[in-house]
């Protein structure tokens, strides 16, 4: 069956020229202290959580990395619906502010899997590949 409705447009996120010059300082050291200081000066920035997320991931350390992810993912949708997006559509990689919120999504989906809510997993890895098969693609 061919779904007759139009897809909405994609919702690109307004670059924050401040805080991603800030991620890029943090990621020379790529220490969770540098990207505690982008989160601290940048709450809204989906960016920050998910390099804090991704680096607590790779410590093995699930739990906080799903409270950084988490909070990454709910700031990014708080953004996402700022900008016109209405709980569905189009979120693409390709769009390089939309990356933090795709990356905090990514690394919720990982970490929600390790401490077993195997639900909220694969809730998060529809919603990445729903949001942009590449974003899933890169991130996989």
């Known amino acids: 069956m061919q779904n007759l409705l139009p897809e909405p ?6 670059a924050d020229e ?8 943090a990621a020379k050291t790529g220490t969770d202290e540098a990207y ?3 989160a601290a000066r940048f ?3 989906s960016g920050g959580w998910a ?3 991704e680096n607590a991931l790779a410590e093995k350390q699930p739990v906080t990395a799903y409270a950084y992810a988490r909070t990454g993912y709910h700031r990014g949708l708080d953004a ?5 997006w209405k709980g569905h559509g189009p979120v693409p990689w390709s769009h390089v502010p939309n990356q933090g919120f795709l990356r905090a999504l990514h690394a919720l989906s990982q970490a929600a899997a390790q401490i077993g809510e195997s639900d909220e997993a694969a809730r998060c ?11 899933a693609d890169a991130l996989s």
């Open 9 to 14: 447009p994609a919702t690109r996120l307004p």
């Open 18 to 25: 401040a805080a991603d010059g800030a991620l890029v300082e």
């Open 36 to 38: 505690k200081e982008v």
């Open 43 to 45: 709450p809204a920035f």
């Open 51 to 53: 390099a804090l997320a």
């Open 80 to 84: 996402l619906r700022r900008n016109g």
């Open 125 to 135: 890895a529809q919603f990445l590949r729903d949001s942009d098969p590449a974003a």
